[in-house]
């Protein structure tokens, strides 16, 4: 397996899918990683042996021996991506090629094989058209795909796993924030970080948002929608959120993102938003940001705009930011001209309502 054809997979449709009725009903409203398709997609892992029995079958439980390796030390990846409507009906990737690359950096990183490319872009594209019914239509939502790897053998001995098992699930979405398209306001964490030099922040782990959760709690007891993190050694230089890249906007129109010096996530949206930004003919810095820079420049304002942004929640600007000692608020709080420009040149690629010049569509079906 993991050659170039196609028919790697063998699919096992369900014989109890949701009807049609209840599918309707559901992709009403469907928030955030709720609902899930009738369908997975599965390839397990053998030392010696490789990968093999790559199927989209019935979503279904896991059994899992209480000894396997996944439960005790979390040696487990994943990825986040989605399928989008098309304006003909039909449905695309974005960039999915890149999340292939991802997951195999965050597998390398976590001691796990590497799914070889051809496999992962086959095992998504798959259970899009096995659950086409369930890609959502209404403006701003989409059928978010969690493609993840988890380590199966039953042993507590501190080694890589010798087996493992890749699975993707789909699940149709709205926005990742309750409050839908409004500004967000941050919370500086500044009694936990989230990665060290060395450490994993640059790999798609179970065990970073794990350790996020208590950062993401305190958030949300100061009243805040989501921790923003600074880099562990200086505790000065904004690295990212909990789930998303950050960007900054100046009254030149410039803009800036922290760089990938291996302790944040390498965001695909990031990237886009680099490309597309220059495209737009603004100047694009990656280079670090204090936080009382951030402070002063908002207080000034020469700093006009900031968002976030990733897969889950596209561009979200942000509005507010605090913490223990500080308490600042960005233009008036609201999103500004440059985030709206870029998330709309962003959701028009995504929808193939513009040309794809930088080939970032795979069309499914
Ligand atoms: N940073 C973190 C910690 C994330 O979890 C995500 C979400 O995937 C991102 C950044 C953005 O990455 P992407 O744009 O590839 O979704
Ligand atoms: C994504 O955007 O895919 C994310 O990683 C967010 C998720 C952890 C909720």
Redesign the pocket.
């Known amino acids: 397996m993991g050659n170039d054809k196609a028919a790697n997979f063998v699919i096992e449709r369900s014989e109890k899918p949701v009807s049609s009725d209840e599918r309707v009903a559901l992709l009403e409203n469907p928030a955030f990683g709720r609902i899930f398709t009738d369908h997975m997609a599965t390839i397990r892992y053998t030392e010696g042996r490789g990968w093999h029995e790559a199927k989209i079958q019935p979503r279904t439980a896991f059994e899992l021996a209480p000894q396997t390796r996944v439960l005790h030390y979390a040696q487990e990846i994943f990825e986040?991506m989605k399928a989008y409507r098309l304006p003909d009906g039909g449905a695309t990737l974005f960039r999915p090629e890149a999340n292939a690359r991802r997951l195999q950096n965050s597998a390398r990183r976590l001691a796990m094989p590497s799914l070889p490319e051809q496999l992962f872009l086959e095992s998504v594209r798959e259970l899009v058209r096995a659950d086409r019914d369930w890609i959502p239509t209404a403006e701003g939502s989409a059928l978010y795909l969690r493609p993840f790897m988890i380590a199966t053998e039953g042993a507590l001995g501190m080694n890589p796993s010798s087996e493992y098992l890749y699975c993707v699930l789909a699940s149709p979405v709205g926005s990742y924030f309750k409050g839908g398209s409004s500004a967000v306001t941050l919370w500086i964490s500044e009694n936990y970080t989230r990665a060290a030099p060395g450490g994993t922040g640059d790999a798609?782990c179970g065990g970073?948002y794990a350790a996020s959760l208590a950062a993401q709690a305190e958030a949300i007891r100061e009243g805040c929608d989501q921790v923003v993190f600074l880099d562990a050694v200086e505790r000065r230089w904004v690295e990212?959120?909990?789930?998303?890249?950050v960007f900054f906007v100046f009254d030149d129109d410039s803009i800036q993102t922290p760089p990938l010096t291996g302790t944040?996530?390498p965001?695909?949206?990031?990237d886009s938003l680099i490309v597309l930004a220059r495209d737009l003919g603004l100047t694009v810095r990656e280079e670090p940001y204090a936080i009382d820079q951030w402070q002063a420049d908002a207080q000034s304002g020469k700093l006009r705009e900031a968002f976030a942004?990733?897969?889950?929640a596209v561009v979200t600007s942000i509005g507010k930011v605090k913490g223990r000692q500080r308490a600042f608020e960005i233009g008036n709080a609201e999103t500004g001209p440059v985030t709206e420009r870029l998330k709309t040149a962003l959701l028009e690629v995504q929808q193939g309502r513009v040309e794809d010049r930088n080939s970032w569509l795979d069309r499914v079906f």
Do not use: F, S, W
């Open positions: 986040g798609k970073n990212e959120l909990g789930v998303m890249n944040i996530l965001g695909i949206t990031r942004c990733g897969t889950a």
